[in-house]
């Protein structure tokens, strides 16, 4: 099973550039989110996702966009790059957080804007 | 706003040790609280905990939660070098559409 994958693994982003960090998950799971996670830190979210069209922000939403047009992909964009944005970022899934379910995580992403 | 707050940040112990971590949260209209355990990718799901004094256990691993006094416990007993991790728990709430993440526990195991 893929679970929740994302791309790239790594990227190096130069201050000002954009990018768009890609997910999916196979699982047919109507939540998705988006978190960032600083050294040393908790998973900080950013945006997440109850259901195919809807999406809402999270605790850190600025700098950042996300779409969700199919219930399999969430991708999160990164509009003019900061040095703030270095980060791990991880994609996760849910069928809900309710009733016993919990998440699952995508094997993170490595960024740095220098 | 939702609050969870974990201590220690990081603990340091010997293999053999018995460690405790905390979790105490302030959130409205609580669901779950969740511990997860992040060995440098993804976190992995350990408990997730509703009742109160209801132990859940997992081998070494256990934890218990009190929504009266708003706070969880993990235990790990007989420590081992595999079990340096950070430690992170999360509370879902409210509409229960996203969870909140503590700062982690970070734990190093030393043979």
């Known amino acids: 099973n893929a679970g929740v994958t994302q791309t790239p693994k790594f990227r190096i982003l130069k201050i000002g550039q954009s990018m768009t960090l890609q997910c999916t998950q196979d699982m047919n799971h109507n939540y998705m989110y988006w978190y960032r996670q600083d050294p040393g830190m908790g998973l900080k979210l950013i945006y997440y996702?109850?259901?195919?069209?809807?999406?809402d922000k999270g605790e850190v939403p600025n700098g950042y966009n996300v779409s969700r047009s199919t219930t399999e992909d969430f991708p999160l964009r990164l509009e003019l790059a900061a040095p703030s944005q270095t980060s791990v970022y991880f994609c996760?899934?849910?069928?809900?957080?309710?009733?016993?379910?919990?998440?699952?995580f995508g094997e993170g992403s490595w960024l740095t804007v220098v | 706003e939702d609050k969870v707050v974990q201590s220690p940040l990081s603990l340091v112990v010997h293999e053999g040790d018995t460690v405790t971590l905390n979790c105490s949260y302030e959130?409205?209209?609580?669901?779950?609280l969740l511990w997860y355990k992040q060995e440098k990718k993804a976190p992995t799901f350990l408990f997730m905990l509703t009742s109160s004094g209801i132990e859940k256990k997992s081998g070494r691993l256990s934890s218990i939660l009190d929504k009266k006094e708003l706070f969880s416990i993990l235990n790990i007993t007989a420590t081992q070098t595999g079990d340096s991790a950070i430690y992170l728990c999360?509370?879902?709430?409210?509409?229960?559409?996203?969870?909140?993440f503590g700062s982690g526990t970070q734990l190093t195991v030393l043979p």
């Open positions: 996760a899934s849910s069928y809900s957080i309710q009733g016993g379910n919990t998440i699952y």
């Open positions: 959130v409205t209209n609580f669901r779950s």
């Open positions: 996702s109850v259901g195919a069209g809807i999406t």
């Open positions: 999360a509370v879902a709430s409210g509409s229960a559409r996203q969870l909140t």
